[in-house]
């Protein structure tokens, strides 16, 4: 099953648990952290994803924009993340960060930049519940979808079939009602969607109307099932 996650990014800052609520229904709350370092932005960090993880039913799914990703990242665990991604840019020692937000209680999930290959990363596949795939340069919403991000979701899936992996692949950036199905069909399961969702008249709909879209562009693909 596809699974849709919106990004506060594209959220009113002011009015998060209220933005949270209006997309009841959605798989993951994806939530972008960002230390103006990594990513020249800056957004929020631990004590907002504490207060969050109180207001809403949803689990977070907390994407790690931020250099030292080997001492922040267990923080967001205790935060109450259900999923942490940092990305392997940031990371001095990945295979022992994915271990150790998994023995915390959370999915370990690692990101690669677009200019970053997968190739290099194939044997760490298995300490991971997930992988994201960049589709847009991390650290801005409303950018547009990178259509040379296709070969390398495509190649990624491939990676997970011949492993026989449960591991989740997940885009973000760009993501909407015109670029998901491409992304569905090249192997992405799970979608992070900020403009698309937020920017629409009525988010839980826009919710339901993406995954329903992702869904027909897979139906009948062995990895499609089983979430
Ligand atoms: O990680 C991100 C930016 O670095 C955001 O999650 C992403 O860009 C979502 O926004 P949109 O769907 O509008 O592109």
Request: charged share 25%; hydrophobic share 50%.
């Amino acid at each position: 099953m596809a699974q849709i996650n919106p990004s506060i990014l594209s959220a009113d800052f002011a009015r998060l648990a209220e933005e949270a609520k209006a997309v009841d229904g959605a798989d993951w709350l994806h939530v972008d952290v960002m230390d103006n370092h990594f990513v020249p932005n800056l957004t929020l960090g631990v004590p907002v994803v504490e207060a969050l993880s109180k207001a809403t039913d949803t689990p977070l799914d907390c994407h790690l924009m931020i250099e030292d990703a080997d001492r922040w990242a267990p923080q967001y665990v205790e935060a109450g993340a259900g999923s942490v991604t940092f990305h392997v840019e940031a990371a001095a020692a990945p295979v022992r960060l994915a271990r150790e937000i998994r023995a915390k209680g959370a999915r370990a999930s690692m990101a690669l930049r677009p200019a970053t290959p997968i190739e290099p990363y194939e044997d760490l596949l298995p300490e991971l519940d997930m992988l994201l795939i960049m589709t847009v340069e991390p650290g801005f919403g409303g950018q547009a979808f990178l259509d040379i991000m296709l070969p390398k979701i495509r190649r990624t899936r491939e990676l997970i079939s011949k492993h026989g992996l449960e591991l989740w692949l997940q885009v973000d950036g760009g993501v909407s009602a015109t670029t998901i199905e491409r992304c569905a069909e090249a192997g992405a399961d799970v979608f992070v969607a900020g403009s698309a969702v937020y920017g629409a008249e009525d988010p839980a709909e826009a919710v339901r109307a993406l995954r329903a879209r992702a869904e027909a562009a897979t139906a009948g693909a062995p990895w499609a099932c089983g979430h």
